[in-house]
């Protein structure tokens, strides 16, 4: 282990902790950001509904108004309450509102009374509608500001029909407002669009001084609650228009709208603006007694995700650069202690080859001194001695220039391949299968082979087909001017990595592609491996 290697491992280290601290904190950044446009969209829709609900409980404040009015003086509550809302203008200071009526109680049978107030108000006869078999009938007698679609209501017994009964004995009950269920309006018949409806009812409960027997008297008490009543004083509401006024121009800032008669999104949707989004809000709105739902979402896709997702990835990007910087300086050193290594490794080697030099030449020049001793004991003259020592030193120069140019000593492939193979415990049946064209490898290209093949098969015995989980095929032919060589190795317990090369499998790629001219590839997929090797074929082929 080198002395450096704990300062290796910290540095990797401190690059993994570097990372994960960037990625903590752009995580940290895109839930908060998400969390914080989730929050100002529940906070617009949350204005939305406290706008709704202002603005009816204006509309309700200005019927408890025309209420006192009508107990200050019900005989003439006609004039009065319609001097009172021409002097508000409702239809500006409330808009929304569909105008603000009076039914009074009545005994079924005896409409006389009311119907003498309708005279009284409108100048003409208006006759009490429809009959109904409640024992008590509230007739509209006033409905303002008249216009000739509201005239439409007028007489209208709003006891007679169940939904607006329910709310009207909630209303007498509790004397408190109560808010109808989704109706059409009786002046709807003269519309040009129709619109759902509801109406709000608050009761007018009659003076117990009084005589019962009046025109406005109230029915029998135990008709519906403990009061003696003598009025209504409610307001239609056409559902399209109120919350199309309401809301106005803000409106165009919502993508979608829903607003539902009851709880929850099950309820009967009565208004609907634009497409609901994936992830609305919902708040609740209240209509008088009743609680109806809001749900509001806002197009903001972008904002809710798309910039999350943005400073995830720019934050994700910057830690892969940060790692990547640190891997890149990591390798760098490591290239710069390997080139050192190496540098180290050939001044060894050079040493150890002079030395080997020395060794031998010290013998060439024994064996040369031994050859004059020897030629001259058989030499009869100078002149024999000359010839016969010149020829014998020039062809030990041969021989020893061929063995060490290799012009003459070459190596063939398959023995190179079967002596690694063999050495590896391949049985000889295996190796017999083992073959191809003769092919004669020169000193150079047969140390580079040579020291594929035993990595081939290292790798093999450690990983591969040889460590006996797989089935290993080798072979070699000519292609062209090329010799190729390939090593599959299939049936693998797992496909092996390979995108990242060794120092060794480099060296190995370098003494292929320096010695030997040539170049290899390397492939892995579906439990295999396949590794080719090619280089040019410089040897003469046999006959």
């Known amino acids: ?213 009046a025109a406005g008297a109230a029915p029998s008490a135990t008709a519906a609650a403990a009061r003696p009543i003598e009025a209504f004083v409610y307001a239609p509401f056409r559902i399209d228009d109120l919350f199309t006024t309401i809301l106005g121009p803000q409106l165009r800032a919502i993508d979608g709208l829903e607003i539902h008669a009851g709880k929850g999104p099950s309820a009967p949707l009565v208004f609907r603006h634009g497409s609901m989004g994936w992830d609305p809000h919902e708040q609740t709105l209240h209509i008088a007694d009743r609680q109806w739902t809001l749900r509001v979402s806002y197009s903001r896709l972008f904002e809710r995700l798309g910039r999350p997702l943005a400073i995830f990835l720019f934050g994700f990007a910057i830690m892969l650069l940060a790692m990547q910087l640190m891997r890149l300086q990591h390798r760098r050193v490591d290239a710069f202690r390997a080139l050192a290594d190496e540098q180290a490794l050939r001044a060894a080697d050079r040493e150890l080859m002079i030395g080997e030099m020395a060794h031998r030449m010290k013998n060439a020049f024994a064996r040369i001194g031994a050859l004059a001793r020897i030629t001259l004991r058989e030499s009869a003259s100078l002149e024999e001695f000359e010839t016969k020592f010149d020829g014998r030193m020039r062809a030990l120069s041969d021989a020893k220039q061929m063995l060490v140019s290799g012009a003459v000593d070459t190596v063939d492939l398959e023995r190179i391949v079967h002596r690694e193979l063999a050495l590896a415990g391949v049985a000889p049946d295996r190796l017999a299968a083992v073959s191809g064209p003769e092919v004669r490898l020169d000193d150079e290209g047969a140390q580079a082979i040579s020291l594929a093949i035993h990595e081939f098969v290292t790798n093999s015995i450690k990983y591969g087909a040889l460590s006996g989980q797989g089935d290993l095929r080798i072979g070699w032919h000519r292609d062209g001017d090329a010799v190729e060589l390939d090593w599959t190795e299939s049936h693998l317990p797992e496909t092996p990595q390979i995108a990242k090369e060794s120092f060794g499998t480099q060296f190995i790629r370098s003494m292929i592609e320096r010695q030997l001219k040539g170049c290899w590839t390397r492939t892995a997929a579906d439990n295999r491996l396949n590794i080719v090797i090619r280089w040019p074929d410089r040897q003469p082929r046999g006959d």
């Open 1 to 213: 282990m080198r002395p450096s290697s704990w300062a290796d491992r910290l540095l990797a280290l401190s690059a993994r902790f570097v990372g994960f601290v960037i990625l903590a904190a752009t995580l940290a950044a895109a839930v908060g950001s998400f969390l914080y446009n989730r929050a100002e969209e529940r906070d617009r829709a949350e204005r939305v509904a406290m706008l709704i609900d202002t603005r009816l409980r204006d509309h309700v404040a200005l019927l408890e108004g025309v209420r006192a009015l009508y107990q200050s003086d019900s005989r003439s509550s006609g004039p009065g309450i319609r001097a009172y809302l021409t002097a508000l203008r409702p239809q500006v200071h409330v808009p929304g509102l569909e105008g603000v009526g009076i039914a009074v109680a009545m005994r079924q049978q005896t409409p006389a009374a009311a119907e003498a107030m309708l005279r009284d108000n409108y100048g003409r006869d208006i006759a009490v509608w429809p009959r109904s078999g409640e024992p008590v009938g509230f007739p509209i007698v006033l409905l303002e500001p008249p216009t000739p679609r509201r005239d439409k209501a007028l007489g209208y017994d709003m006891y007679s029909e169940p939904v607006r009964r329910e709310a009207m004995r909630r209303a007498w009950q509790t004397g408190r407002p109560a808010a109808s269920g989704i109706v059409q309006l009786v002046q709807e018949d003269a519309a040009k669009r129709r619109q759902p409806g509801f109406l709000i009812y608050i009761p007018v409960y009659a003076d117990p001084s009084e005589s019962g027997d």
